[in-house]
């Protein structure tokens, strides 16, 4: 079955940088954007960023453009999020999601998203 695995949360302080990984699996990887949430407690789930299935293509929600990257690796099946200059209000779970796709469309709403991973807990401290 599908699977999608994020790791590479945990405590950092505000400033600092963290990398999130997600590994898919039980999916042809090539054919699907991949998108990372996140929910911060006692809000709505918000779209970070997205990434085409070739990676060609990439957006940004306006509030981590110019701190976060995505990328992937398709021979690791691997999609990355780096934080850079992380602020207290990024603290979050943090989601990756695949959307089966036909182009290098990259959505960022959750409704088109096929499958999601469980989360990983990133926490900044002031």
């Known amino acids: 079955q599908v699977q999608l695995v994020e790791s590479g949360g945990g405590l950092v302080q505000a400033g600092g940088s963290l990398r999130l990984s997600c590994v898919a699996s039980?999916?042809?990887?090539?054919?699907?954007?991949i998108n990372w949430f996140r929910r911060a407690p006692g809000k709505e789930r918000e779209s970070v960023a997205g990434?085409?299935?070739?990676?060609?293509?990439?957006r940004y929600a306006d509030s981590v453009k110019g701190r976060f990257t995505i990328s992937r690796d398709s021979a690791k099946r691997t999609v990355y999020l780096q934080m850079n200059s992380l602020k207290p209000e990024d603290m979050a779970v943090y989601y990756c999601a695949a959307d089966l796709v036909v182009s290098e469309s990259v959505s960022l709403s959750d409704y088109d998203m096929d499958y999601w991973g469980k989360g990983t807990l990133v926490t900044v401290s002031s």
């Open positions: 039980g999916l042809t990887f090539s054919n699907y954007a």
């Open positions: 990434i085409s299935r070739s990676g060609a293509r990439v």
